[in-house]
């Protein structure tokens, strides 16, 4: 009788040691300090009309942003009555992530012409959660790039598109105009929308390529309302510029490398004689 009443009580203490154990972990669990999550949330529009939103999720390691891999994002679009999931996408090795707004979709504006969207990051076991909220208005855009008075002229109008497809000519926004180099965008000037229309003076100095083309960007960039909106097109108003047979030796490398190819050899052939002579006075 003792015995079994000893059994009794050792499977009972057992059993409460378990409980005790489970629920220290998950305190222990729940009390993990987490990293905070940092998200950005942006619109580009294309030169082409393509519409895309473009994520990027971060936190901070010794005190420095990282891009966070292979995290799952949701995009909703928020409504008066409701959030619609447009996708859910995972970040790349840049802690980015893109969504491509197509016709199909047929997302609906409020009256004003506004697009509410709507980024969340259900956080995980080391990340705390992030949402983040983005409005749009869409805008169209035209380039055009005419000869004025003898003055290479280029010109930008803009609107915003309203609910109802209205066209609404954009004032007081700065626009940045561009042109295209062999690995960057060279800035070529800044002007001002007024009723919809600003200009710019292209400069007389630009290379061109062999035929004087040039790519001309105008962009508006990181507006609070509109993101980023580009449009480019492309003229034949650089400096025609085409590279001569003589400017490079195949062998040599051009006259800089042929002048180091000789300062090496003169250099060895010192070495080799100092070296010769100390050898000699080390003999005697």
Not at 42 to 65: I, P, R
Not at 107 to 119: H, P, Q
Not at 152 to 163: D, H, N, P, R
Request: a negative charge; glycine letters at 6%; charged letters at 25%.
């Amino acid at each position: 009788m003792k015995q079994n009443t000893y059994k009794k009580l050792l499977s009972n203490s057992k059993t409460i040691v378990l409980l005790v154990t489970m629920i220290l972990f998950a305190v222990g669990a729940s009390g993990q300090k987490k990293s905070r999550s940092y998200l950005k949330f942006n619109y580009f529009k294309g030169s082409n009309g393509s519409k895309t939103l473009v994520a990027e999720l971060k936190t901070k390691f010794d005190g420095k942003f990282v891009p966070v891999e292979n995290a799952p994002l949701e995009i909703f679009i928020k409504t008066d009555s409701s959030d619609v999931q447009l996708s859910e996408v995972k970040t790349n090795y840049q802690g980015k992530a893109e969504f491509h707004i197509t016709d199909s979709l047929n997302l609906k504006s409020d009256t004003s012409g506004i697009y509410y969207f709507a980024l969340v990051f259900d956080g995980n076991d080391t990340l705390k959660a992030k949402s983040t909220e983005l409005e749009m208005q869409d805008v169209e855009m035209n380039l055009k790039l005419d000869v004025i008075d003898s003055v290479k002229t280029i010109t930008l109008e803009a609107y915003s598109i309203k609910g109802d497809n209205e066209k609404e000519a954009l004032n007081e926004l700065e626009i940045t105009f561009y042109v295209q180099r062999l690995f960057s965008l060279l800035p070529i000037g800044k002007s001002e929308l007024e009723d919809g229309a600003c200009t710019l003076e292209f400069p007389t100095d630009l290379p061109g390529d062999s035929a004087g083309n040039v790519l001309i960007y105008a962009k508006i960039e990181d507006s609070d309302e509109y993101g980023n909106v580009e449009k480019k097109s492309t003229i034949d108003w650089g400096i025609p510029v085409k590279l001569l047979e003589n400017n490079y030796d195949p062998f040599s490398g051009g006259s800089f490398m042929l002048f180091m190819f000789i300062s090496i050899i003169l250099i060895l052939v010192i070495v080799f004689v100092l070296n010769k002579k100390m050898g000699k006075a080390e003999t005697k």
